[in-house]
């Protein structure tokens, strides 16, 4: 038995579903957006501030002649290693070409060489000589690197004290800045959780449910969902505290819906069956029959059984025969569904 509400009832009801889901998606697309731009209330950061401005200032600048001297060290220490290179070259291809002349000399025995001997061993002495003239100027550069060096330890040791001092200045501003971040956003989702809680309690029958039930959606999930990726090392005790809240206090309405209910239940069997029948929705009726319970206390009836008219549990009348015609039919239906005689006239509340 299908429920009795019209074809385009139903569609606009889940018309209305699609209107509430789209409020919600909408919804939630601005809160991603104003949550995510909320840290751009705050000033961000940087080490620079927390720095020492005039002594840090003229540590930097010493630091920065002693680099530019170590470099320029370095691109002469480079060139004069080449010219060294060159110089040596030079003098072993010199001393090869004297020691071929000695050979020569020795063989022909020629006095008359002796001053060309005394000049090419004056030229080994001068290639020697330049030799030696690079490497004292390398050894000059040397020196100067590594004075440059033990300048340049305690700038640097005095720089990198500063900096961690700084950056630990820098961490705890950073983290006050996150707890101020977060406690906006915090402040915007809590509230509006809080809202949706009481809209739920006090206005989900109202005529403007879909929107009642998107914006209980979007604060769900901005709640529950959007904050997460933003939250703290502390702001899962907090969503968390909050979620065990929400759901105590839900739960506890809900316990407290069931035991009314029983309790209606338990008075309302107590009462006669026309009175009963009539404090219940047609449509609600039939919804119940459709899935085999009784429209009164729901527990579940046999109604494959052609004997049974009344509720073994609480002893509602929930099929009678037709005046007209004795065909069995349920006692919520207005009208015979095999002769179309009506009902007995019934007061039936409006289905809502």
Not at 97 to 124: E, G, H, K, S, Y
């Amino acid at each position: 038995m299908r429920s009795s509400r019209r074809l385009s009832e139903r569609w606009l009801t889940l018309g209305l579903w699609l209107i509430a889901f789209l409020f919600a998606w909408f919804l939630i697309g601005l809160g991603s957006l104003v949550v995510g731009d909320l840290p751009q209330v705050e000033h961000r950061q940087t080490l620079e501030q927390f720095l020492d401005g005039p002594t840090d200032e003229a540590a930097a600048e010493s630091l920065k002649r002693i680099r530019r001297e170590q470099d320029d060290n370095r691109r002469r220490t480079e060139q004069e290693q080449l010219a060294l290179n060159a110089a040596r070259s030079a003098s072993e291809a010199a001393r090869e070409t004297f020691a071929n002349w000695l050979r020569t000399r020795d063989a022909t025995q020629r006095v008359d060489q002796d001053p060309d001997l005394i000049a090419r061993t004056q030229a080994l002495d001068a290639l020697k000589g330049a030799e030696r003239t690079i490497e004292e100027r390398l050894e000059a550069l040397a020196k100067a690197r590594l004075d440059l060096s033990e300048e340049e330890e305690p700038l640097t040791r005095a720089e990198s004290e500063r900096r961690r001092a700084a950056e630990v200045k820098l961490g705890a501003a950073e983290r006050e800045q996150e707890l101020r971040v977060f406690g906006y956003r915090l402040a915007l989702t809590l509230p509006l959780l809080a809202l949706a809680g009481w809209l739920l309690l006090k206005r989900r029958r109202s005529r403007n449910w879909p929107f009642v039930w998107g914006f209980a959606f979007a604060a769900t999930f901005a709640f529950f969902v959007e904050l997460v990726p933003y939250l703290p090392s502390y702001g899962g005790y907090v969503q968390y505290g909050v979620g065990v809240l929400v759901t105590l206090i839900a739960g506890r309405a809900a316990i407290g819906a069931l035991q009314s209910y029983n309790e209606r239940q338990k008075l309302a069997e107590t009462r006669p069956t026309e009175e009963r029948r009539g404090e219940i929705a047609t449509d609600q009726a039939l919804e119940r029959l459709a899935k085999k319970s009784c429209p009164g206390c729901e527990r579940p009836i046999a109604l494959d059984d052609p004997g049974l008219n009344f509720c073994p549990h609480c002893g509602l009348g929930a099929f009678e025969r037709c005046p007209a015609c004795d065909h069995r039919k349920s006692t919520f239906e207005r009208f015979c569904r095999a002769c179309g005689t009506p009902s007995a006239p019934v007061a039936h509340p409006v289905a809502t």
